[in-house]
Structure formats: C-alpha cells, structure tokens
C-alpha cells in the first residue's frame, strides 16, 4: 500500500506523519537524497526495518532497497521513499529517524518511543 498522495497532501517534504507513522527530519532526508544522488541512483527506497537480533532482542535496520515488499508502507519525505514493511511497522510507529552531524557523533539516529530498554552498546532494543 502506497499512501504517498496522504504525505503530499498532508505537507510538503519532512516531518509529516502518515501511514506507517514514522517520521524523518529534514536533516536525514537531505542527507538520503544527498546519498542516493551521489550515486545517481532514484531507485531506491530508504527501508527501516526490525530484526531479531542483538543482546536486546531487537535490532533496526535502515538501508536502501529496491525491493517492493508485500504489503509495503511507503511514505515519501523530500524526495526520499520511506518503506515499511508491515511486519515492522507496529514497532517502528511514531519513531523518528534523524541525521546527526557533530564533532561527537555522525550518522542516522532512531529515536523509538516504542523501545522500552537497550543494550549498553545501544545496538538493538526490545
């Protein structure tokens, strides 16, 4: 299921909030579309996706894809296809991924209101 018309219409580019209820700031959003257009690339979706897995029990993971799953959420945030699928959605809703760029730290953040406890390391959650 497609819901890219619900983002558009609800507002244009980052931060709005539609079918799989995850939400991408406008800093990770620029830094996808700035990835995929380094390597010429308007194929791909930006998947997050949850995974049994790390000392939590839990683990994301967030990678382009250019696959079109069964039952996929879609959501389009500036230029950048964000896809769900529906066996992860329940646990990534209202989670916000973000891209942090500081002398301490660079990359993608997931923040999960749904996490409930993590790994020391922060690795994987449950």
Do not use: W
Not at 32 to 60: F, H, M, S, T
Request: overall charge negative; some cysteine.
């Amino acid at each position: 299921m497609t819901v890219q018309n619900e983002s558009a219409a609800a507002t244009e580019g980052a931060q709005t909030e539609a079918a799989h209820k995850v939400v991408m700031s406008d800093a990770a959003a620029a830094k996808a579309k700035a990835l995929l257009d380094q390597e010429g690339r308007d194929d791909l979706a930006l998947r997050i996706a949850v995974q049994p897995g790390g000392c939590a029990g839990l683990r994301y993971q967030l990678f382009f894809d250019d696959r079109s799953l069964d039952g996929d959420l879609v959501v389009d945030f500036g230029g950048v296809n964000l896809a769900v699928d529906r066996m992860s959605a329940p646990y990534v809703e209202g989670a916000t991924i973000d891209f942090v760029d500081s002398i301490e730290k660079q990359g993608f953040t997931i923040d999960n209101p749904n996490a409930t406890g993590s790994c020391a390391c922060g690795d994987s959650f449950n």
